[in-house]
């Protein structure tokens, strides 16, 4: 299983936990993780009141977009690095967004990392 594939998994369970369903009932907005590897990938977690996707692709102009390598990315979705340690060492900036607003996404962005570790280890990643 490669990283997407991961990710991908994640968001489906984020995506049917009804406590984080709830929290998000009343937002909506797009988060773009760049990935920066050279070859970039972009993943765009789209919230729509509680609803959770995940695109491939880059919306024209998202709410959020934070910067990560690859390595970095792959990291923390398997537990082996945590978001706030990644930003305070400046290997996940946000480019796009406001601090003030941050809390509107801090439930999934914690959770979906959370399921990512899960899998992972079932995974043996």
């Known amino acids: 299983m490669d990283i997407i594939e991961l990710t ?16 998000m009932k009343d937002t909506s907005c797009s988060i773009v993780m760049a990935l920066k590897n050279g ?21 024209d102009n998202p709410d959020f977009v934070f910067e990560i390598s690859k390595e970095d990315f792959t990291k923390l979705m398997t537990g082996k690095a945590y978001g706030m340690i990644l930003m305070a060492t400046k290997k996940l900036k946000m480019v796009k967004g406001s601090w003030a ?4 996404i801090a439930g999934p962005l914690g959770a979906i990392p959370k399921f990512g570790k899960k899998i992972a280890e079932k995974e043996g990643m």
């Open 8 to 23: 991908e998994k994640a968001v489906e369970m984020a995506a049917g936990d009804e406590k984080l369903r709830e929290k």
């Open 39 to 59: 070859d970039d990938t972009y993943l765009t977690l789209s919230i729509n009141n509680g609803e959770l996707k995940l695109l491939k692709e880059k919306p």
């Open 101 to 104: 607003e941050i809390n509107k």
